[in-house]
């Protein structure tokens, strides 16, 4: 993905990482279960593109407008 469209930015949450790509108006979630394990319990640490693992399913994808 990180290859084909700009990621705005990531959300750090508790159970999630959220990603959202302004210039289609999406965001999708991943589990913090596909993400390192240094990961998956901080809040507080910032989640670059390239810690999410190309072959993490989508949780969730959501299309806003």
């Known amino acids: 993905m990180v290859k084909n469209y700009s990621i705005s930015r990531i959300e750090n949450t508790l159970n999630s990482a959220v990603v959202f790509i302004d210039e289609l108006n999406i965001y999708?979630?991943?589990?913090?279960?596909?993400?390192?394990?240094?990961?998956r319990?901080?809040?507080d640490t910032r989640i670059?593109?390239?810690?999410?693992?190309?072959n993490a399913p989508i949780k969730h994808f959501m299309i806003s407008w």
């Open 28 to 39: 999708l979630t991943i589990d913090k279960k596909e993400l390192p394990s240094s990961l």
């Open 41 to 43: 319990f901080d809040t």
């Open 48 to 54: 670059t593109p390239n810690q999410i693992p190309d």
